[in-house]
Each structure stands twice: as structure tokens, then as C-alpha cells.
């Protein structure tokens, strides 16, 4: 381990990281991790929601990230600007899988949810290194709801749009199946789309990734 990695070791610490393209999915990627963010306050642990602006500004369709930081203990790092080793990827658009380092610095047995109507295995074809991922899921997230495409919450702005009302409701309903990070009824208060919350948990298909 280096000096870096000892120092931003924190046991009680799940880094989650959303990649999304600009514009079109900032609102969902934005409000994924604001989701389970606020569950996870409701339990009383500490948390961290913000996005990536290394990926400012946003052009349309341009590969950006969220991120969301829960802990049983104060986040030591809470003031690194990225996820430098997420437990929990969640992918909103499936090309993003082709290309784009989306497990990078994710540690072994990591968990990655993809929104797409392919089975994991598909998936897992297109991935450039799943050597870390532990369990890989899918669930069909734009087929349960819709992207919420909005200029609020941009730049500051007070977000006015409701949390949880397009795709981000069946993803965190996904990653909660396979995850258990929060208690689904604290996940519930915060969405506004119940429905495609448990939708997407119910449906998201999950597959164990052999050891490499």
C-alpha cells in the first residue's frame, strides 16, 4: 500500500461511483448518488453527494461522473474531488462499458450495475478489465422510467425537479438489491418514483464474476 492509499484508508468507508454522459443523464448520475446519500443519513452514518468537475463543463453526451461517499466513522477524505477507489460503480448508459475505465481503482470483489437490457454475461464481454469486479449486474433502468433531462441544480442552482423521478429510481433500487447499503425503506422516503424503485430492484439480474 502507498503512503496515498494509507492515507485515505478508511475501513468503514463505501465509495460509490455513477458515470453518465453529459447533459443528457447529469440529473440521474446527480440524483443516484443524493439518493443514497440521504438514506444513508437517515441511518445516521456519515456521507458525501457531489459530481466531477475535472468532467466540467458538460458537453452533450460526453462521459461524467457523480459520486457518493458513506461512512460509519467521519470521511477522513472528504476533501479528495474524486472517488480514487469506488466500491460500487453504477453505469447509466450501456456504450459507456466500451472504452471508458469504469472500474479503475476499484477494489477486489467490487460491485458494478449496468443500465441495459443485456444479461450480465453480455456485459462482461465488453468490459476492458473485470479482473476486480466481484458481481456484476444489469437492470433495464430506461425501459422501468425516464431520463429527467433539466438545466436544474446546474451550476448551483437549486435543483426544483423532485429527486427519483427518472432512471436513477430503478438504479439505486438495483444497486440496493446487490449491495444492501441502506435500508430500501429510507430509500423510499427520498424517491419520488416508488414504483420504479422496487421495480428495479426486483428485476435486476445478478451474475458472481469468477476469479481471475
Not at 455513477?18 to 440521474?28: E, I, M, P, Q, S
Not at 467490487?110 to 465488453?126: A, H, M, S, Y
Amino acid at each position: 500500500m502507498t503512503v496515498t492509499e494509507d492515507l485515505f484508508h478508511e475501513p468503514g468507508l463505501t465509495q460509490i461511483t455513477v458515470w453518465a454522459r453529459g447533459v443528457l443523464l447529469n440529473k440521474d448520475a446527480r440524483d443516484c448518488v443524493v439518493i443514497l446519500a440521504e438514506a444513508a443519513r437517515a441511518e445516521g452514518k456519515h456521507v458525501q453527494a457531489f459530481e466531477n468537475y475535472v468532467d466540467l463543463p458538460d458537453r452533450i453526451g460526453v462521459p461524467v461522473r457523480a459520486y457518493a461517499r458513506i461512512s460509519t466513522d467521519p470521511i477522513e477524505s472528504r476533501y479528495v474531488y474524486e472517488n480514487e477507489n469506488p466500491n460500487l460503480v453504477l453505469v447509466l448508459e450501456e456504450t459507456l462499458v466500451k472504452g471508458v475505465p469504469i472500474t479503475g481503482g476499484m477494489p477486489q470483489g467490487g460491485v458494478l450495475v449496468v443500465n441495459t437490457k443485456r444479461k450480465p454475461e453480455d456485459i462482461l464481454r465488453f468490459i476492458e478489465d473485470s479482473s476486480r469486479i466481484g458481481i456484476l449486474a444489469t437492470v433495464d433502468a430506461s425501459g422501468l422510467s425516464s431520463a429527467v433531462v433539466t438545466l436544474s441544480g446546474a451550476e448551483g442552482a437549486t435543483d426544483a425537479s423532485g429527486i427519483g423521478k427518472g432512471i436513477a429510481a430503478p438504479m439505486v433500487g438495483a444497486a440496493n438489491r446487490v449491495f444492501g447499503l441502506v435500508q430500501m425503506e429510507n430509500l423510499v422516503r427520498v424517491v419520488e418514483n416508488k414504483e420504479a424503485l422496487w421495480a428495479g430492484f426486483n428485476q435486476v439480474n445478478i451474475m458472481e464474476v469468477p476469479g481471475k
